[in-house]
């Protein structure tokens, strides 16, 4: 009998089938929840190029301008959502004329969601100095899991500076 030509009992076949499928069973949910980090991470760094892009504006320019939150990219609308845009309030009046130019405006995946920190300010508004007049604010970004495992906070301070942290701290209001 020819030895070389042997191949694979249905015992060992059995066997790597049975590890492959441990090995895919313990990794697949640790690559969804890469997945959904890598998302949260995204949106919450869109917000936070959105928001120096308002500040930095308003230095150059003297002038006041707004970051509010948007369902379709043109006009104001809340909750956060959907989305958000930014634009030159030539008026001072801190809404959206049909004259006064948007200059940034993003809409968010439907796989997170956008909080404020205290239900209270939906809007961001940058004076000719770079300051946000009126009290700190801060926004949670999670997953639409519902959790903030995976989340980020965004918090801007009175002078208009921004930080980005991970959620794992504690946020103040409850999850998402």
Request: with cysteine; proline share 2%.
């Given at each position: 009998?020819?030895?070389?030509?042997?191949?694979?009992?249905?015992?060992?076949?059995?066997?790597?089938?049975?590890?492959?499928?441990?090995?895919?069973?313990?990794?697949?949910?640790?690559f969804?929840n890469?997945?959904?980090?890598?998302?949260?991470?995204?949106?919450?760094?869109?917000?936070?190029?959105?928001?120096?892009?308002?500040?930095?504006?308003?230095?150059?320019?003297?002038?006041?301008?707004?970051?509010?939150?948007?369902?379709?990219?043109?006009?104001?609308?809340?909750?956060?959502?959907?989305?958000?845009?930014?634009?030159?309030?030539?008026?001072?009046?801190?809404?959206?004329?049909?004259?006064?130019?948007?200059?940034?405006?993003?809409?968010?995946?439907?796989?997170?969601?956008?909080?404020?920190?205290?239900?209270?300010?939906?809007?961001?508004?940058?004076?000719?100095?770079?300051?946000?007049?009126?009290?700190?604010?801060?926004?949670?970004?999670?997953?639409?899991?519902?959790?903030?495992?995976?989340?980020?906070?965004?918090?801007?301070n009175?002078?208009?500076?921004?930080?980005?942290?991970?959620?794992?701290?504690?946020?103040?209001?409850?999850?998402?």
């Open positions: 009998m020819d030895q070389r030509a042997r191949g694979f009992t249905l015992i060992e076949m059995m066997i790597v089938l049975a590890l492959m499928a441990i090995i895919l069973g313990l990794g697949i949910p640790s969804s890469l997945m959904e980090k890598i998302a949260v991470e995204s949106e919450a760094k869109m917000i936070v190029e959105g928001l120096r892009t308002a500040r930095l504006t308003a230095i150059e320019e003297k002038q006041n301008i707004v970051v509010c939150a948007s369902a379709n990219g043109t006009s104001c609308s809340n909750p956060w959502n959907n989305g958000f845009i930014v634009y030159r309030d030539d008026n001072n009046s801190k809404t959206l004329n049909g004259n006064e130019e948007v200059l940034f405006s993003h809409q968010f995946k439907d796989s997170v969601i956008i909080k404020t920190g205290s239900g209270q300010n939906q809007n961001f508004f940058f004076n000719n100095n770079g300051w946000t007049p009126g009290s700190a604010e801060s926004l949670l970004v999670c997953a639409e899991a519902g959790t903030n495992r995976n989340g980020y906070i965004v918090i801007i009175r002078a208009g500076r921004l930080r980005i942290l991970d959620s794992s701290q504690d946020w103040d209001d409850e999850s998402c």
